[in-house]
């Protein structure tokens, strides 16, 4: 803890877990900004034991000083008290961890790698669907107007609401505007798959590049005959409401078709994960 009080000599009691570890004042001293708060490092020495003392001279600037601990130490403050967290042994190993780049997310992680992700699925599982009901003479296009209940929209819905939570999502993006899926044709069970098909090739003509440029926009979500309308960041419209949309209903597709007895199950719902490599 620090006592923050300008009158005194500061003390610092570090808090870490295994009295073998050993963390030296130079390891603390090594981390951004500590030299250039003011701080005055005595002679290295070793700390051990679940709790030890470090005397350090009272930096010159209080503020300065207190932005320092802040900045790295993750210092909770509460009235006239500092508590720094545990030093972990991880720091003494690798006292410059925290230069360490930081992870980036850029637009088109988020767009287009769920949106062929899931699309990709898709056409396999329509794929599953159409040799199940070869197999056990079905016609497939008896799915087309299925519904797991009747206040339910059906399968057809549920694939072209895919379709334009990926592709027509982007397109939306680019456009500033989006809103529901409006004039849906008829399709058949092989018109769905060839739906998925057209939208999967559609999806790759889109480069990272130009989805990353449209980072920072806006997207109006309108519906009722503009009655209802919801602004959204660019971002936010991708997280907060088309990859919503696009999960619930491929879930809904896939649940449809395990209800008639399809046997598709999650990896096939995964579909091409992103591994290390």
């Not at 004042?25 to 005595?42: I, N, T, Y």
């Not at 299925?146 to 057809?156: K, N």
């Not at 449209?214 to 009655?227: S, Y």
Request: with cysteine.
């Amino acid at each position: 803890m620090v006592r923050a009080s300008s009158s005194t000599p500061l003390t610092v009691i570090l808090k870490h877990p295994e009295p073998a570890n050993e963390i030296t004042l130079a390891h603390v001293m090594k981390r951004p900004g500590m030299a250039s708060a003011g701080l005055v490092a005595p002679t290295p020495f070793p700390l051990r034991g679940a709790h030890s003392t470090l005397p350090i001279a009272w930096p010159a600037g209080f503020q300065r000083f207190r932005r320092t601990l802040n900045a790295n130490f993750a210092v909770r403050y509460t009235s006239s008290l500092w508590l720094l967290p545990p030093i972990r042994p991880r720091m003494a190993a690798y006292p410059d961890s925290n230069k360490r780049p930081p992870m980036t997310i850029q637009l088109s992680d988020i767009t287009l790698i769920p949106y062929r992700q899931i699309t990709g699925a898709l056409s396999v599982v329509l794929e599953k669907g159409a040799s199940h009901c070869r197999e056990q003479g079905i016609d497939p296009d008896s799915l087309v107007d299925f519904s797991l209940y009747p206040d339910m929209r059906p399968f057809s819905f549920q694939i072209h609401s895919i379709a334009h939570h990926s592709l027509n999502a982007l397109k939306g993006i680019e456009a500033g505007t989006f809103g529901p899926p409006t004039d849906l044709p008829q399709l058949d069970y092989p018109g769905l798959q060839r739906l998925v098909a057209d939208t999967r090739s559609a999806l790759d003509s889109f480069t990272p590049d130009r989805i990353n440029a449209l980072a920072g926009g806006e997207v109006l979500f309108t519906a009722g005959g503009g009655k209802l309308k919801l602004p959204f960041t660019t971002e936010n419209f991708i997280l907060t409401f088309s990859l919503p949309n696009l999960y619930f209903h491929a879930t809904t597709a896939y649940d449809i078709l395990r209800h008639k007895g399809v046997p598709v199950g999650k990896l096939d719902y995964l579909g091409e994960m992103k591994l290390k490599t």
